[in-house]
């Protein structure tokens, strides 16, 4: 049997497949297959990825989903063990892919989370996002620190048979998952010497769909957070929701004594945009209490 799976999502990844593929196939652990799965790119992805000794399944984009696409990778896949990469999550060492399964050795890990580093040159506010998600200590993750992320992860394919990922979620398909097996109290293990790079430069579209999607699945393993003043009219809400931006934002670079004007706008874009994001799902799913069971959210999610 290959002992592992690499399964690769793609859409329009030409800037970095290339690079990914390259290091993949010189990993020191050897035994692996490669499973590609494009939703529509129209760039040179799949002329890059056909250079490489991987099987290439095509969907149609409008059936894209993470946990549709990582399911039907996973159908096609051999391996003992499940191991996801983005397109453009670029490994940082040939020892990459075996320090991902080494903490399989423990039988009760169901799920490995590796580490992620920001690209050069990634957003202000993405670099710190990474940074606090994955600045973790090696080992069995406690709930309040939980993550696991199929940017870079991999899981035992007989605990994706019992428990396969959310189709209906748009995103966040793998903190779902995650959250059940805790709840099972089957153990998600942190790895940082499993590390990739990994992050976006998103514009305002896109960082708003990202968002809202992450904050959908979030609600899918907890209760919505709706603060007092969220049930003032919108107008008001907007206003208050961009001075917390802003306050945040200034103690932030008061205290990294680091103030730069481009870093301080994406820095309260981010945040305004999440306070945000988090009202209007709010409301919807006020309004509509069957809001996260649907086979599609409101939104139009932009890869």
Sequence with gaps: MTNASIIIRTFNEAEFLGQTLEIVFKQDFREFEVIIIDSGSTDQTLLIAC????????????????????????ELANGEFLVFISGHSVPCNRQWLSNLIEPFSDESVVGVCGKQVPHPGAQYSEKLKVERYFDKPKGIMATEDLILSNSNAAIRKKNWEALKFDEIAEAGEDLIWAWTQWKQKKPIYFQPSAAVFHSHNYTWARLTNKLTHDYLSLLRVQSPIIAGYEKLPSLCVHAINALLALKNSLLHFIKTHSINIFNFWDFWRANFILRTVRYQTNQKLLADPEYLTVERSYFNYIK
């Design 51 to 74: 250079k490489y000794p991987a099987l290439i399944k095509e969907i149609p984009k409008e059936t894209f989903t993470y946990g549709y696409a990582l399911n039907l990778g996973a």
